[in-house]
Protein backbone atom coordinates (compact mmCIF):
# COMPACT_ATOMS: atom_id res chain seq x y z
CA UNK A 1 0.00 0.00 0.00
CA UNK A 2 2.66 2.76 0.91
CA UNK A 3 4.25 2.12 -2.34
CA UNK A 4 1.31 2.82 -4.25
CA UNK A 5 0.71 6.02 -2.12
CA UNK A 6 4.36 6.66 -3.22
CA UNK A 7 3.76 5.92 -7.19
CA UNK A 8 0.67 8.24 -6.70
CA UNK A 9 2.88 11.45 -4.80
CA UNK A 10 5.98 11.46 -7.25
CA UNK A 11 9.09 13.05 -5.71
CA UNK A 12 11.56 14.71 -7.67
CA UNK A 13 13.98 12.62 -7.07
CA UNK A 14 13.18 8.82 -6.15
CA UNK A 15 16.24 6.50 -5.83
CA UNK A 16 16.16 3.28 -5.06
CA UNK A 17 18.10 1.19 -2.28
CA UNK A 18 16.74 -2.34 -2.42
CA UNK A 19 13.18 -2.17 -1.91
CA UNK A 20 13.62 1.13 -0.19
CA UNK A 21 12.84 4.40 -1.67
CA UNK A 22 14.90 7.44 -0.95
CA UNK A 23 12.69 10.34 -2.22
CA UNK A 24 13.32 14.48 -2.87
CA UNK A 25 11.56 17.03 -3.63
CA UNK A 26 12.38 20.32 -2.07
CA UNK A 27 11.10 19.99 1.07
CA UNK A 28 7.77 19.70 0.17
CA UNK A 29 6.19 17.22 2.53
CA UNK A 30 7.04 14.64 4.55
CA UNK A 31 6.37 12.02 2.05
CA UNK A 32 8.13 13.34 -0.48
CA UNK A 33 11.23 14.17 1.19
CA UNK A 34 12.05 10.92 3.08
CA UNK A 35 13.33 7.10 3.03
CA UNK A 36 9.94 4.91 2.42
CA UNK A 37 11.44 2.01 4.64
CA UNK A 38 9.03 -0.76 3.21
CA UNK A 39 10.73 -3.95 2.23
CA UNK A 40 14.28 -5.34 2.37
CA UNK A 41 17.19 -2.26 1.57
CA UNK A 42 19.60 -5.10 0.90
CA UNK A 43 21.81 -3.96 3.27
CA UNK A 44 21.80 -3.99 7.36
CA UNK A 45 19.33 -0.95 8.51
CA UNK A 46 22.27 1.13 10.32
CA UNK A 47 23.71 0.98 6.66
CA UNK A 48 21.00 2.06 4.87
CA UNK A 49 20.30 4.73 7.24
CA UNK A 50 23.57 5.98 6.75
CA UNK A 51 22.80 5.98 2.69
CA UNK A 52 19.40 8.37 3.90
CA UNK A 53 21.83 10.71 5.69
CA UNK A 54 24.16 11.42 2.65
CA UNK A 55 21.53 11.13 0.33
CA UNK A 56 19.28 13.96 2.64
CA UNK A 57 22.68 16.19 2.62
CA UNK A 58 23.27 15.86 -1.20
CA UNK A 59 19.71 17.40 -2.40
CA UNK A 60 19.33 19.71 0.83
CA UNK A 61 16.68 17.62 3.20
CA UNK A 62 16.40 16.66 6.57
CA UNK A 63 17.33 13.11 7.29
CA UNK A 64 14.21 11.24 7.64
CA UNK A 65 12.67 7.88 7.61
CA UNK A 66 9.10 6.84 7.03
CA UNK A 67 8.05 3.99 8.97
CA UNK A 68 5.18 1.86 9.26
CA UNK A 69 4.31 1.11 12.69
CA UNK A 70 4.96 -2.41 13.49
CA UNK A 71 7.00 -2.77 10.30
CA UNK A 72 10.44 -5.03 10.37
CA UNK A 73 12.35 -1.91 9.83
CA UNK A 74 11.09 0.13 12.73
CA UNK A 75 13.18 -2.06 15.39
CA UNK A 76 16.46 -1.29 13.45
CA UNK A 77 15.50 2.42 13.15
CA UNK A 78 15.29 2.70 16.67
CA UNK A 79 18.22 0.79 17.32
CA UNK A 80 20.31 2.95 14.91
CA UNK A 81 19.71 5.99 17.64
CA UNK A 82 16.81 7.14 15.36
CA UNK A 83 13.66 8.94 17.00
CA UNK A 84 9.81 9.86 16.26
CA UNK A 85 9.62 13.30 14.52
CA UNK A 86 7.35 14.55 17.52
CA UNK A 87 8.05 18.07 15.86
CA UNK A 88 6.30 17.42 12.30
CA UNK A 89 4.10 19.74 11.17
CA UNK A 90 1.88 16.98 10.20
CA UNK A 91 1.75 15.71 14.01
CA UNK A 92 3.97 12.57 14.79
CA UNK A 93 2.15 9.91 13.79
CA UNK A 94 -0.92 9.57 10.59
CA UNK A 95 -3.53 7.04 9.50
CA UNK A 96 -3.69 5.34 6.50
CA UNK A 97 -7.09 4.85 5.56
CA UNK A 98 -8.92 2.92 2.65
CA UNK A 99 -12.32 2.26 1.66
CA UNK A 100 -14.27 1.36 -1.44
CA UNK A 101 -15.57 3.83 -4.05
CA UNK A 102 -18.83 2.48 -5.01
CA UNK A 103 -19.72 2.98 -0.99
CA UNK A 104 -19.54 7.15 -1.51
CA UNK A 105 -19.45 7.95 -5.16
CA UNK A 106 -22.17 10.22 -6.47
CA UNK A 107 -23.20 11.48 -9.13
CA UNK A 108 -21.11 14.93 -10.15
CA UNK A 109 -22.82 18.25 -8.72
CA UNK A 110 -23.53 20.91 -10.70
CA UNK A 111 -20.50 23.06 -8.37
CA UNK A 112 -18.34 19.84 -8.49
CA UNK A 113 -15.69 19.92 -10.96
CA UNK A 114 -12.71 17.13 -11.55
CA UNK A 115 -10.37 18.67 -13.98
CA UNK A 116 -7.00 17.65 -15.66
CA UNK A 117 -4.95 20.77 -14.76
CA UNK A 118 -5.57 22.60 -11.24
CA UNK A 119 -7.26 25.96 -11.73
CA UNK A 120 -5.31 29.04 -10.10
CA UNK A 121 -8.35 28.89 -7.13
CA UNK A 122 -7.31 25.31 -6.88
CA UNK A 123 -3.65 26.24 -6.49
CA UNK A 124 -4.07 28.90 -4.29
CA UNK A 125 -6.28 26.95 -1.76
CA UNK A 126 -4.62 23.42 -1.99
CA UNK A 127 -1.20 24.44 -1.19
CA UNK A 128 -0.22 28.38 -2.52
CA UNK A 129 -0.72 30.94 -5.19
CA UNK A 130 2.52 30.47 -6.83
CA UNK A 131 2.86 27.46 -6.19
CA UNK A 132 7.36 26.04 -6.74
CA UNK A 133 8.15 23.67 -9.05
CA UNK A 134 8.82 21.25 -6.40
CA UNK A 135 4.77 21.76 -5.45
CA UNK A 136 3.57 21.21 -9.50
CA UNK A 137 6.03 18.05 -9.70
CA UNK A 138 4.34 16.61 -6.83
CA UNK A 139 0.70 17.36 -7.25
CA UNK A 140 0.09 17.75 -11.19
CA UNK A 141 2.54 14.35 -11.94
CA UNK A 142 1.11 11.39 -13.00
CA UNK A 143 -0.40 9.18 -14.96
CA UNK A 144 -4.22 9.97 -14.21
CA UNK A 145 -4.36 12.97 -11.53
CA UNK A 146 -7.46 14.75 -11.02
CA UNK A 147 -7.80 17.94 -9.25
CA UNK A 148 -11.16 18.57 -8.01
CA UNK A 149 -12.82 21.36 -6.55
CA UNK A 150 -16.36 22.93 -5.63
CA UNK A 151 -16.47 26.42 -7.17
CA UNK A 152 -19.83 28.72 -6.43
CA UNK A 153 -19.59 32.37 -8.20
CA UNK A 154 -16.11 31.89 -9.50
CA UNK A 155 -14.22 30.78 -6.16
CA UNK A 156 -13.23 27.27 -5.61
CA UNK A 157 -14.25 26.80 -1.57
CA UNK A 158 -13.56 23.51 -1.67
CA UNK A 159 -10.52 21.30 -3.36
CA UNK A 160 -9.07 18.13 -3.15
CA UNK A 161 -6.29 16.05 -5.08
CA UNK A 162 -6.61 12.59 -6.40
CA UNK A 163 -4.35 10.10 -8.55
CA UNK A 164 -5.30 6.86 -9.56
CA UNK A 165 -2.58 4.08 -9.38
CA UNK A 166 -3.73 0.62 -11.02
CA UNK A 167 -7.20 0.28 -9.46
CA UNK A 168 -6.48 2.55 -6.44
CA UNK A 169 -7.52 5.97 -5.91
CA UNK A 170 -4.57 8.11 -3.63
CA UNK A 171 -6.50 11.53 -2.16
CA UNK A 172 -4.83 14.29 -0.85
CA UNK A 173 -4.75 17.70 -0.16
CA UNK A 174 -8.86 18.15 0.90
CA UNK A 175 -9.29 22.08 1.71
CA UNK A 176 -12.62 23.94 2.49
CA UNK A 177 -12.23 27.38 2.88
CA UNK A 178 -13.04 28.40 6.68
CA UNK A 179 -15.80 30.60 5.88
CA UNK A 180 -17.31 27.22 3.50
CA UNK A 181 -16.97 24.59 6.47
CA UNK A 182 -19.92 22.54 7.58
CA UNK A 183 -21.59 22.98 4.81
CA UNK A 184 -21.41 19.52 3.36
CA UNK A 185 -18.73 20.70 0.46
CA UNK A 186 -16.20 18.07 1.43
CA UNK A 187 -18.60 15.68 1.65
CA UNK A 188 -19.43 16.28 -1.89
CA UNK A 189 -16.24 16.87 -3.52
CA UNK A 190 -14.97 13.29 -1.65
CA UNK A 191 -18.38 11.86 -3.51
CA UNK A 192 -17.64 13.48 -6.91
CA UNK A 193 -13.91 12.37 -6.75
CA UNK A 194 -14.98 8.77 -6.13
CA UNK A 195 -17.23 8.77 -9.10
CA UNK A 196 -13.91 10.25 -11.03
CA UNK A 197 -12.09 7.37 -10.11
CA UNK A 198 -14.86 5.00 -10.64
CA UNK A 199 -14.67 5.95 -14.24
CA UNK A 200 -10.58 5.63 -14.84
CA UNK A 201 -10.82 1.75 -13.14
CA UNK A 202 -10.11 2.51 -9.53
CA UNK A 203 -12.00 0.57 -7.06
CA UNK A 204 -10.66 1.39 -3.71
CA UNK A 205 -9.48 4.40 -2.11
CA UNK A 206 -6.39 5.36 0.25
CA UNK A 207 -5.73 8.75 2.33
CA UNK A 208 -3.15 9.62 4.79
CA UNK A 209 -4.65 11.90 7.73
CA UNK A 210 -2.95 12.76 11.15
CA UNK A 211 -3.91 10.93 14.13
CA UNK A 212 -5.06 14.32 15.74
CA UNK A 213 -7.00 15.39 12.74
CA UNK A 214 -9.97 13.88 14.46
CA UNK A 215 -12.93 15.89 11.95
CA UNK A 216 -10.95 14.67 8.50
CA UNK A 217 -10.79 11.28 10.42
CA UNK A 218 -14.54 11.42 11.08
CA UNK A 219 -15.62 12.25 8.19
CA UNK A 220 -14.09 9.53 6.33
CA UNK A 221 -15.30 6.96 8.73
CA UNK A 222 -18.84 8.31 7.52
CA UNK A 223 -17.77 7.29 3.79
CA UNK A 224 -17.13 3.92 4.85
CA UNK A 225 -13.04 4.21 4.81
CA UNK A 226 -11.41 2.11 7.95
CA UNK A 227 -8.09 2.21 9.18
CA UNK A 228 -5.21 0.25 7.17
CA UNK A 229 -2.20 1.04 9.10
CA UNK A 230 -0.12 3.87 10.76
CA UNK A 231 3.67 5.51 9.81
CA UNK A 232 5.78 7.91 11.75
CA UNK A 233 8.53 9.91 10.60
CA UNK A 234 11.83 9.41 12.40
CA UNK A 235 14.80 11.61 12.16
CA UNK A 236 18.55 10.94 13.37
CA UNK A 237 19.94 12.32 16.43
CA UNK A 238 23.50 12.47 14.96
CA UNK A 239 22.30 14.22 11.70
Not at 81 to 95: N, Q, T, Y
Not at 205 to 213: I, K, P, S
Request: hydrophobic residues 45%.
Amino acid sequence: MEQRCADAWPALVDRPLGQWRLRAAGGFTGRANSALTTGDPGVPVADALRVVIDFAAANAIRPTAHVVVGAPAEEGVAAAGWRVDVDHPGGAESLVMTGRLDGFATPKAADVDISDTGSPGWWELAAQPDPTPAQRHVLASGDRVGFGAVVRDGQVLAAVRGAVVGDLLHVARLAVRPEARRLGLARGLMGGLAAWGLEHGATTCALQVAEHNKPAITLYESLGCVEHHRYRYWVSNHA
